[in-house]
């Protein structure tokens, strides 16, 4: 299992505020913060600023990197951002996420297949959240099928597929687990 620490997320105000206001303390204490829980990859989203987005995720992305020695997994649905960012990232990171929504995969592609990156494959269909597990798992063999025949490693191919609370439906955790069981294989 990898884990993908999920904290630094403009959506938050405190993570907002701190970003707004360059506070590179902060960022790095909450980074540092999910490092020693187990963290694999610390995600940086910089979303709820659009217009200035790009300068913050690679902002995030030098300041997380200064705090932390681990890659980071760059959440953004912007092409341009995500490649701002790029630049600046030590290494190889993991682009958080490409799916099959028409406009998200054609326009996330020639990112993840121009530079070296894990990404994110998200059980996503065009038209709506895959309901059955059947659908969860016809998604994600779609998408690596696509993926992996534009050149990218299946090793480099992270399938997330959606997993909803228990309180949603009781028995969504199974139907994830088994839905992971099947892309899997």
Known sequence: MLIV????????????????????SFIGKVAQSQARAGAHYIDVNAGTFLEKEADCLCWLVETVQSAVDLPLCLDSPSPDALIAAIKHHNGEPMINSISLEKYRFTSLLPVVTRHPC?????????????ATVEERVQVGSDLIQKLTGQGIPIEKIYVDPLVQPVSVDIRMGNAILEAIRNIMN
């Open 118 to 130: 894990c990404v994110v494959a998200l059980c996503m269909a065009e038209t709506s959240m895959p």
């Open 5 to 24: 620490g999920e904290k630094i997320n403009t959506s938050r105000k405190r993570i907002a505020d701190a970003v707004e206001k360059r506070d590179a």
